[in-house]
């Protein structure tokens, strides 16, 4: 019986220390000294980074006008809880302003804090994992121009097991993919910039898809709309299926104008960000919607037997 016990307790310590180290954070870059991030970065560069990637809808402090403040502390209603969303100014203390370019790249290409904890994917690094070295140095470049702002956000409120950061680690191993975007030579410029501007900056499939019971987009649903985080709305389908009968130049103009083909003007989160694509340049916007308009067409979940 003791003999039994013991190599139960040592097949849990096995088991444990194996847990341990399949869930551990892999930052993309596990050494600091990575020359291509220590390149001086190009804030203007970066300024259309920050509006490609949407970043001031989640991290502009709440109430105040000003989308440069990014004080963080909006709440995200989830299924699994409420995710608070961090200060990322270049204050010191209570924002990003002692973080190395390298510390940025790692949160956004693979989802590891500077701490070597994990992010939970309600920030989007399983798209911004496909973003280019050169985009994440102009980002910083551009993030250190703005006003430092004070103030942390409060504790995400997630109950047990989700509590614990290292279960993220089990999530990555089946949904975070870091494959590079690859230019498509079966297709033109304007499509494979749309490619990567939708895909990976844009992070469009994040909210217009539905996701399974773990959270993860679900593939069949891509871009087919879904409910938004907070399951008190709905997020359009953008695949031919719904908005097949926009031209590209139609969905071009809407992320300027934010006005639809059908003259809806354009509410909620999408509100935000037209804020952000209307500032991007013309070329952007046509190849956002060269891209959109090349999408395969699928049902809205809910319709034609499709579920979530």
Same mark, same amino acid.
């Given at each position: 019986m003791i003999r039994r016990l013991a190599l139960s307790a040592l097949l849990l310590g096995v088991a444990a220390m194996a847990?341990?180290?399949?869930?551990?954070?892999? *930052?993309?870059?596990?050494?600091?000294?990575?020359?291509?991030?220590?390149?001086p970065g190009d804030p203007a560069r970066g300024r259309q980074v920050f509006e490609?990637?949407?970043c001031a809808s989640c991290h502009a402090s709440p109430g105040q006008e000003d989308w440069r403040h990014l004080g963080g502390g909006l709440a995200l209603p989830t299924p699994f809880g409420v995710f608070h969303v961090p200060n990322i100014s270049p204050d010191p203390e209570d924002g990003i302003g002692r973080w190395r370019t390298v510390d940025l790249a790692n949160a956004l290409l693979s989802g590891v804090s500077p701490a070597r904890t994990h992010y939970y994917p309600a920030f989007p690094y399983t798209a911004f994992a496909h973003m280019r070295v050169e985009d994440v140095r102009d980002l910083m470049a551009y993030l250190r121009t703005l006003p430092p702002v004070r103030g942390r956000?409060?504790?995400?409120?997630?109950?047990? *097991?989700l509590s614990i950061r290292r279960t993220v680690g089990f999530w990555k191993l089946l949904y975070l993919d870091r494959t590079p975007i690859a230019a498509d030579p079966t297709r033109?410029?304007?499509w494979n910039r749309g490619h990567y501007l939708v895909?990976?900056?844009?992070?469009?499939?994040?909210?217009?898809?539905?996701?399974?019971?773990?959270?993860?987009?679900?593939?069949?649903?891509?871009?087919?709309?879904?409910?938004?985080?907070?399951?008190?709305?709905?997020?359009?389908?953008?695949?031919?299926?719904?908005?097949?009968?926009w031209s590209a130049q139609d969905i071009a103009d809407m992320l300027r104008t934010g006005v639809t083909p059908q003259l809806r003007v354009v509410g909620s989160s999408m509100a935000d960000v037209v804020r952000n694509t209307a500032a991007l340049p013309p070329q952007d916007r046509e190849a956002i919607a060269a891209y959109i308009k090349a999408l395969?067409?699928? *049902?809205t979940p809910g319709e034609s037997g499709e579920r979530d």
């Open positions: 847990a341990w180290l399949v869930s551990a954070p892999r *930052p993309a870059f596990p050494n600091p000294e990575v020359p291509a991030l220590e390149v490609a990637a949407d956000a409060p504790p995400h409120e997630l109950t047990f *097991p033109d410029d304007a895909e990976a900056l844009g992070h469009c499939a994040e909210c217009h898809s539905t996701r399974n019971a773990l959270g993860a987009v679900k593939s069949r649903t891509r871009f087919a709309g879904g409910p938004d985080a907070g399951n008190v709305g709905f997020v359009p389908n953008i695949t031919p299926a719904r908005i097949g009968g395969p067409a699928r *049902p």
